[in-house]
Each structure stands twice: as structure tokens, then as C-alpha cells.
């Protein structure tokens, strides 16, 4: 089992509607990650937080909003997607000490599906 | 600019078959970190090794095995005996670091391996 938890597996919505992604870890990582993913490419970084500040936004479009209540905890908050955003979202974490060396490590992922 | 390069799109071998899965990347760091991912159809990623650009050492777990070669740029991955459960995207990535607690991977595109029984 992933130690980086992610809810809902599967979520469909309409175009008009609010909905939140959740990632929970428990390894007292002190950096997680939102990536997107569309079928048949690799994950597109989206959000990181280190420390529980946002320090990268990958030029996202507003429609997604990230939020870190705590270290443990990710949310994406989704509002007036748009149909090209259906894809796998992956939640990731990694532990501190930079440099690029610490592996990241990823929850199974949300599949969206905008209508 | 940091580039990760896997040119075999798809791979199929038959169970017990081995296979090596090419990775080359181009970065101008002289310190570097290389990851290999694998994506079963579940979804999620899993963390399979890290390379650092000062160990050149293969490295071997079980059925895996990894080629490490800065002279070429290269970070090759090989599965001896492939079995079924092998099959998944294989992706490999090159760390950029930005400092404290972060780093951004920079992916190649993924190789479909399938294992047919």
C-alpha cells in the first residue's frame, strides 16, 4: 500500500461545479507536490510546498487552487473546469534536506473527469 | 536546459525475455540525481532507484539491474527474466533542485513495457 494517501479515487464533475482533491502522508515529509497527468505522458508538475509554503506554482491556471492546512496535508480545489483538465492528478511528498536528492514519493492519483 | 530522453515508446517481450530500457539525459549540473518510476495501470508511481552524478557503481536488486554511465549520459535500466507483473510505464527523471525541501523532476516520456505471458 502507498504511503501517500489520495482522495477521491475517482471523481466526475461538471464544469460549473467546486470540488477538492486530498492527499494525506504520514512520513514527516516536509514537501509535497500536485502533478497533472494526461494518458499516455509523464506527470506535469503543478504545485509544490515546502515547509507548507507554496514555493513553486508551475504558471497553473486559477481554476485549480492549492492549499496545505498542515505538513501532512495537500488539497487542490477545483472550480469552472474546463474539459481538457480531465486527467490522473498525483499527489507526491518528499522528505527535507533539498538538494534533489530525496525520491519523491506518489499517492495513486485521482482520475477527473470534467463533463 | 535539463532534458530526460527514453526513445523506445513501446517495448513487448515475451515472459522470461530480458530487457533494457534506455534513459539518456543532458543537464549542465555537476551534481545530479537520476530516479527511475515505475506506473503500474493502477496509477501510481513507484519509486524504483536514485543515482547520484558521483556513483557510477551498477546497481543490482533482484531481478533489476542499472547502468550508470556519465561518459555517455546515460542511465539504463535492465529486467532480467521478465514476468508479467513487469509491465507498466517505466519512467525516467532527473532531479532539479531548488533548495531547502524541493526538487522538480524532470521526466522523460516513458516507455510502455508489456510482458506477455
Same mark, same amino acid.
Given at each position: 500500500d502507498t504511503e501517500v494517501t489520495q482522495t477521491p479515487k475517482h471523481l466526475v464533475m461538471g464544469m460549473t461545479n467546486k470540488k477538492s482533491l486530498k492527499c494525506e502522508q504520514h512520513m514527516g515529509h516536509r514537501a509535497m507536490y500536485w502533478y497533472k497527468q494526461k494518458a499516455k505522458k509523464p506527470p506535469e508538475l503543478m504545485f509544490v510546498y515546502s515547509y507548507e509554503k507554496l514555493s513553486i506554482n508551475e504558471s497553473v491556471p486559477s481554476r485549480f487552487s492549492p492549499e496545505c492546512p498542515n505538513s501532512s496535508l495537500l488539497n487542490l480545489h477545483l472550480h469552472a473546469?474546463?474539459?481538457?483538465?480531465s486527467a490522473l492528478y498525483l499527489c507526491a511528498s518528499s522528505q527535507d534536506? +533539498? +538538494? +534533489?536528492y530525496q525520491p519523491q514519493h506518489f499517492g495513486d492519483g485521482t482520475r477527473l473527469s470534467i463533463l | 536546459a535539463q532534458k530526460v530522453t527514453q526513445a523506445q515508446t513501446e517495448i513487448s517481450v515475451v515472459e522470461k525475455e530480458d530487457v533494457t530500457l534506455d534513459c539518456v539525459y543532458e543537464t549542465r549540473d555537476t551534481t545530479y540525481y537520476l530516479f527511475w518510476y515505475k506506473q503500474p495501470p493502477s496509477g501510481e508511481l513507484v519509486f524504483l532507484i536514485r543515482r547520484n552524478s558521483f556513483d557510477e557503481q551498477n546497481e543490482i536488486s533482484g531481478r533489476y539491474s542499472w547502468n550508470f554511465q556519465k561518459s555517455t549520459s546515460s542511465f539504463n535500466f535492465t529486467i532480467t527474466a521478465s514476468q508479467v507483473v513487469d509491465s507498466a510505464v517505466y519512467f525516467c527523471a532527473l532531479s532539479e533542485p531548488y533548495g531547502g525541501a524541493t526538487n522538480k523532476l524532470i521526466f522523460g516520456t516513458g516507455t510502455l513495457l508489456a510482458v506477455q505471458p
Open positions: 473546469l474546463q474539459p481538457e483538465d534536506g +533539498g +538538494g +534533489g | -
